[in-house]
């Protein structure tokens, strides 16, 4: 089975610009996390989207957003960039169910300047 | 708050060695997941070993072992063997009721030949 892909590997953009990024899970999977890596802040959870709905979701500020569609693919949006989004991206996926293993992609590299 | 501890920023291990890394958590739950990720310079999050807080007995994948201690909230992960691609970040993560991750701040392991 093809791995967890994301899209763009790199991206630059400017304070105050919004930007899209895209997850494709692993085949059968319905459930996609998203996590921010920071140096500052580590590893932190945004939000779980299974079957299109939003089921958890972490404490960052209504700039980022997200959303899944039918085929499980997901999106994530930041509004608005600040120059602390800059940051490694990771989107994981699973089954859906409680404790299941959840499987990386390569991440998204954001630079804000 | 859930915290995970990982009070080893870094280790070192000389190859064919064997090294363990800790890990503790606070949670009040008692059903929940244990995992280890290992993440190597190409910032691809891996999956090392799964427990399940339910089963007693450690998990063990190839030269990969914990030692799971619930009573005391311990997870530590052995490695044995030690071989150069071993060299990475590795990070220990519950997941308690929701499919969230918590990932503790890491152990940055060297291995030496």
């Known amino acids: 089975k093809a791995g967890v892909t994301q899209t763009p590997r790199y991206l630059i953009k400017t304070r105050g610009q919004q930007v899209t990024l895209s997850c494709s899970p692993i085949s059968g999977h319905r459930s996609v996390s998203w996590y921010q890596q920071t140096p500052g802040q580590g590893l932190q959870f945004l939000f779980e989207y299974f079957s299109e709905t939003q089921r958890n979701k972490g404490n960052f500020p209504g700039r980022f957003s997200g959303r899944q569609f039918s085929n499980s693919r997901s999106e994530m949006n930041v509004s608005t960039l600040e120059l602390g989004d800059s940051a490694l991206y990771l989107c994981?996926?699973?089954?859906?169910?409680?404790?299941?293993?959840?499987?990386f992609g390569p991440g998204t590299r954001l630079l804000v300047l | 708050a859930q915290t995970v501890t990982q009070s080893q920023p870094e280790m070192s291990v000389q190859e064919a060695e064997t090294v363990t890394l800790s890990c503790t958590y606070d949670t009040s739950e008692s059903d929940y997941y244990l995992f280890w990720y290992k993440q190597p310079p190409s910032r691809q999050m891996i999956l090392v070993i799964r427990?399940?807080?339910?089963?007693?007995q450690n998990a063990t994948e190839n030269r990969f072992s914990v030692n799971f201690q619930k009573a005391a909230k311990s997870f530590s992960l052995k490695i044995s063997d030690s071989q150069l691609g071993d060299a990475a970040m590795y990070f220990c993560a519950p997941i308690y009721n929701t499919d969230k991750l918590i990932f503790g701040t890491g152990t940055r392991l060297q291995v030496f030949p």
């Open positions: 994981a996926s699973s089954g859906g169910g409680l404790g299941e293993t959840q499987y």
């Open positions: 427990q399940e807080a339910y089963k007693q």
